[in-house]
């Protein structure tokens, strides 16, 4: 059985990075592989990591309130790629009134600051392909 | 002094029972049970500690305390476009406040203009967007600069942001030699913490002795650089680590300053502090005290200032934005107040205090106001003004002062080692100090060992929602049409010139404050400034590192 292959990135001109890089290290603690692909990635780069990665899981680190513009885009281009199967997570500062709308264009998990890095942990594992096909 | 009896083995079994096997600060810190005169009997008074106003200012800089003059209650804010953040700062000031604090949006403080690409959902979110001397002009409108100081957390582009300054005040007939205020413009904790560099190091650092030599010529009163060890902090470090990597800092601007051929005496007392409160209590109150003490002994021994302006550390503090937490939002207001009084009893000389909200979004008016009420009222109502370090001469904090101490000089020894921070940045040592403590400090609240109320503890599942600051993209609209309308009225060959003659500076060795004057003066826009050093310098891209 192959490990869960996690694209953690942070797009956006951003540079807090202690989340990323902590959820980075907690999901490679958890038995999954995980490529970080540092600071300032465009949602095009984030797709082409993800593409080339072979990811199941693209987990986001937004502090800055950009996430309404980066989201629709990132989603575009995984459909355009195929990769509409990719499970895409958003992490940080992301007021509730955009919580639905997040969720209609396809972000799954959406995950505040002081989550527990179990709860996410717990996600990925319950809601990502390569479990459903162990079953 | 009588000396402690050993335990023996069925005495210890027989201690009463405690609620944890060993107690840590939330640094990791181990902390015993009980502290008395034996851990301090190497104290000296007049060394190590001395009377408030005396070196080594263990007890405060002032010999008055805040009996003479409080702190500054300086509270941070910026968003949208200038007149939207132009209107919070009259807010401020009519409340009360005492000085001016700019947040920029991360577009500015990446030195780039609302058109480009990266700038996507980014003008106007995380504070003001300015992007060129216009937008300066707008922020500052009713406002004399003349008569307030202002403070301006800007780091790769300080030159050009603080040029904008300038220049406004020079419009509005304010003499330069009286102006007063603080640039963070400290580019080694972006590279170890904050990540908004945007020139590799080297090039950064000589920007920097650029505007020391500007300053202590023409603007002899404007600190010239906040040595900030808020963003280490906030990146995970320890209360140990932030203390030791921003003296470590400053000792390397400092290093750099001489080096650039600079007097100590004439550029030192212009460099400020920035530090974190966290929460635990007297972790940070311990770091404040011997931050004094470390930066005034260093000084005097290590480069020889005479100066006691430049051995006295001055420092501003914010409450710790990353204690805020999304759940249960009143709690913060809590613990924003606790944090608010362990800079106050730690000395600070200004103070920001963090609004509820702010794990959530930007503050809102309101929750801004009682964040500023939080210093008012430890101010005004619980008598803690009312005598100089009133913690001086306890067992633990003492103890703590000089264990921070001693672990400071540890790192400072590291440091050297490598051959200075400029080095040990480009090793990656400061950053992966860093994400090894903020990793530990994540285990230990996942495990359960550290607790977050309302996190993982006393938990609520049912939470009604709070009023937020929700920011359009207005701003970025208004913003955008500005930069082309701009771009059609300016004069733009003399925008060219000035430029070309930017790039000559950066090229060679004249001070580049004095053409990036002229850029300004043109209505030059940040990213064209930015840019012009980027063609000339390279960028800086960090390894990922996890």
Known sequence: MRKIRVVIAKPGLDGHDRGAKVI???????????????????????????????????????LSGAHMHVCPRLMELLREKGLDDVLVLVGGIIPDVDIPKLREMGVKGIFLPGSPMQAIIDYINGNVRPIAEQV | MTPKPVESASAVADRPKERARTFTTISGRPINQLYTREDIAALEYDRDLADPGQFPYTRGIHPTGYRGKLWTMRQFAGFGTPEETNE????????????????????????????????????????????SLADMERLFEGITLGDITTSMTINSPAPMIFAMYLVVAEKQGADWSKLSGTIQNDILKEFIAQKEYIFPPRPSMRLITDIFAFCSKEVPKWNTISVSGYHIREAGSTSLQELAFT??????????????????????????????????????????????KIWATVMKERFGAKSERSWKLRFHTQTAGVSLTAQQPYNNVVRTALQAMAAVLGGTNSLHTNSLDEALALPTAEAATLALRTQQIIAAETGVTNMVDPLGGSYFVERLTLDMEKGAYEYFD???????????????????????????????????????????????????????????????????????DLKKTRDNDRVARSL??????????????????????????IGEMCDALRETWGEWEEEPLI
Do not use: W
């Open chain 2, 88 to 131: 919070r700062y009259k807010t401020l000031l009519a409340a009360g406040g005492t000085g001016l604090s700019v947040a920029f949006d991360l577009p500015t403080l990446m030195g780039r203009d609302p058109d480009h690409p990266l700038s996507l959902g980014e003008v106007g979110k995380c504070g003001v967007n300015i992007t």
């Open chain 2, 414 to 484: 590291a440091i050297d080692r490598l051959g200075g921070m400029v080095e040990a940045i480009e090793h990656g040592f400061p950053m992966r100090e860093i994400g090894e403590a903020s990793y530990r400090f994540q285990q230990e609240f996942e495990a359960g060992r550290k607790q977050i109320v309302g996190v993982n503890a006393y938990v609520e599942t049912d939470e009604a929602p709070i009023p937020i600051l929700y920011i359009d993209d207005s701003a970025a609209e208004t913003q955008l049409a500005r930069l082309e």
């Open chain 1, 24 to 62: 980075a290290r907690a999901l490679r603690d958890a038995g999954m592989e995980v490529i970080y692909t540092g600071l300032r990635q465009t949602p095009e780069q984030i797709a082409a990591a993800a593409l080339q990665e072979d990811a199941d899981v693209i987990g986001l680190s937004i």
């Open chain 2, 247 to 292: 003296l470590r800092d400053g000792i390397e601007y400092v290093q750099y300053g001489i080096d650039a051929g600079l007097d100590v005496d004439d550029f030192v007392p212009r460099i400020s502090f920035f530090f974190n409160s966290h929460s635990d209590f007297f972790e940070e109150i311990a770091k404040f005290r011997a931050a004094r």
């Open chain 2, 500 to 525: 070309d003659a930017l790039r000559a500076a950066a090229r060679g060795k004249d001070n580049t404050m004095y053409p990036l004057l002229e850029c300004v003066r043109a209505y030059a826009t």
